[in-house]
């Protein structure tokens, strides 16, 4: 009786020990990609991991989703979103890592804050999310078509910023130059105001900028490791927001303070404590199950972002 009893926990244990060590058989070591800027720091304790590779800006970043080769691709949300279903990739989005930072501004007080046709506009990342959405902004907000001219980084808008009466520029760029430009409104403040003129229920207080693209063919195989990820991300964030110091001494181990630390990060390690000091959050860290229903909040902000409807149910994981 005694025997019987004990015998069919052992037996139960044995069928775990074995169900265990066939789950982690399998490499769980995720291999991820993103490019360089503040959304590194969503990610710092990878910073000098092997399986973490930092390419040069998101364009890099974008072509990885073609290649199909790395287990998560972080990267602008707007142009890896169409790319994915425009050419069937593999990929599907889990999570919203940053909102957008970005700021309405003008280079002189004594232009009017009211853009019109004749407004010269400067910002950079042509066809990335923030582009899209100031695009989309004027058309149907102010409907205006000002000139917009593309730069190829936010230091030639610096350096050329006085043959431009207006700019999109980042939080970080704002805080290191706030004596060339003067802040009219945030991009986000305006995307407000417009979707809530569309449909009041489908306003939203802010818009995405970086996502998490996790090739499907993982998902069961490396369940281990992506919850490692996420939890590794959930606390970076956590400490970018709470425990800027913590931050800020990642970033100057992992290079000096001034140019180099502002070429990798986008900002000095002096300005990102200035952006998240009394828990701010000014770069728009998302922090865990900010954004409740993730397909509904896209969906909602592609289908008014892009000129045509499109089916994007095969974005999300099922």
């Known amino acids: ?61 974008n ?16 142009v890896a979103a169409n790319n994915i279903i425009n050419n069937s990739l593999n990929y599907a989005l889990t999570r919203v890592v940053t909102i957008s930072d970005a700021l309405l501004v003008k280079t002189n007080s004594e232009i009017n ?41 936010e230091d030639e808008l610096i350096l050329h910023s ?14 290191e130059n706030s004596d060339k430009f003067i802040v009219i409104d945030s991009l986000n403040n305006i995307w407000s105001k417009y979707t ?16 998490i693209f ?19 991300l959930n606390l970076s964030i956590n400490n970018a927001i709470l425990h800027e110091d913590k931050i800020v001494t990642i970033m100057s181990a992992y290079s000096k303070e001034g140019e180099q630390q502002k070429s990798f990060f986008e900002m000095t390690s002096t300005t990102f404590k200035q952006l998240q000091s009394n828990k701010q959050n000014k770069l728009g860290y998302v922090v865990e199950n900010q954004i409740e229903d993730l397909k509904q909040y896209m969906n909602s902000f592609l289908n008014i972002i892009n000129t045509e409807e499109k089916d994007y149910s095969t974005l999300y994981l099922s």
């Open 196 to 211: 809530g003129s569309i449909d009041e229920s489908k306003k939203q207080n802010y818009f995405p900028q970086y996502g």
């Open 63 to 78: 072509i990885e989703l073609n290649r199909n080769k790395k287990d998560i691709v972080i990267c602008d949300i707007a």
């Open 113 to 153: 804050d009211n853009i019109t046709n004749d407004s010269n506009i400067a910002l950079y990342g042509k066809g990335l999310t923030n582009d899209l959405v100031i695009n989309k902004l004027f058309e149907e907000y102010y409907q205006i078509n000002p000139n917009i001219t593309y730069l190829d980084t």
């Open 1 to 61: 009786m005694n025997k019987k009893k004990l015998f069919i926990p052992i037996v139960l244990l044995a069928i775990g020990l074995s169900s265990c060590n066939k789950d982690t058989s399998i490499d769980q070591t995720i291999y991820f990609v993103s490019p360089k800027g503040k959304i590194t720091l969503a990610f710092s304790s990878y910073l000098n991991a092997n399986n973490y590779s930092i390419v040069k800006n998101n364009s890099l970043a």
């Open 162 to 175: 006085d043959e431009y009466q207006y700019a999109i520029i980042n939080e970080s760029t704002y805080i």
């Open 214 to 232: 996790v090739n499907k063919d993982i998902v069961e195989d490396k369940k281990v490791g992506l919850e490692g990820i996420y939890a590794d």
